[in-house]
């Protein structure tokens, strides 16, 4: 069963500073690792996908690195903006049978112009 | 349009009715998941399904019943509806073998008085 944690729930910072959202996973036979966003009372978007295979994927100002032998991925957001405010999500989905995909908590992002 | 819709996307009902949320996919993706959402629980998965003709119990199944006759669709049947079932559903779907992004709806917003 694959287990994800994200660390912190909640984040506030002041508008320039980068975001480093952490996302942990106990199982690392993973097909890959997917960031998301979700704005209140929205669905979930897809930010970044990350293959088994690959260390990192970047999009814009989002980075987000993958650490299988740790159980760790981290998403980083240069130069944050208020339009960042969100929550973020990462799931791991595992190379196994009857997969029940497992979301993190989230960490709410509060950009503060 | 290719993509996953959900219907209703808002719906009140009272208690002890029975209630049928939609969701439909275009990709022929063979995974597809029903979560709920609720403040201080994050993403709580219901059901979940494999294939066609393939479902099994998330977390909280109690209350709910699936099917999923066609690879396409995946209801989530709530058969007496309870003011703890007040929630948002979103649905989602993924084929894993070919590492592809997981997809959600736009969220099914049910309140049950």
């Known amino acids: 069963k694959q287990e994800v944690t994200q660390i912190p729930a909640a984040l506030s910072v002041p508008e320039g500073e980068n975001l480093v959202l952490n996302c942990s996973f106990t199982d690392s036979a993973i097909y890959n690792l997917q960031w998301f966003r979700q704005d209140p009372g929205k669905g979930l978007t897809s930010l970044l996908l990350?293959?088994?295979?690959?260390r990192e994927q970047t999009s814009g100002r989002l980075n987000a690195s993958l650490d299988k032998s740790s159980g760790r991925s981290t998403l980083y957001i240069a130069a944050s903006q208020p339009g960042d405010s969100a929550t973020y999500l990462c799931a791991a989905p595992i190379k196994a049978a009857g997969n029940k995909l497992t979301f993190g908590g989230g960490t709410r992002v509060l950009v503060k112009p | 349009d290719a993509g996953i819709t959900q219907s209703p996307r808002y719906k009140i009902t009272e208690t002890g009715r029975q209630v049928t949320l939609m969701c439909h996919q275009t990709?022929?993706?063979?995974?597809m998941f029903w979560y709920r959402q609720d403040l201080g629980h994050g993403l709580r998965l219901i059901y979940y399904?494999?294939?066609?003709?393939?479902?099994d119990k998330g977390e909280v199944p109690d209350g709910y019943v699936v099917s999923r006759s066609k690879t396409e669709n995946f209801p989530l049947t709530l058969e007496s509806a309870t003011r703890s079932q007040t929630s948002v559903y979103f649905c989602a779907s993924v084929d894993f073998g070919s590492g592809n992004t997981i997809y959600f709806g736009e969220g099914s917003w049910l309140t049950v008085v």
């Open positions: 990709w022929s993706h063979s995974y």
């Open positions: 990350i293959q088994s295979s690959q």
């Open positions: 399904s494999a294939a066609a003709d393939i479902t």
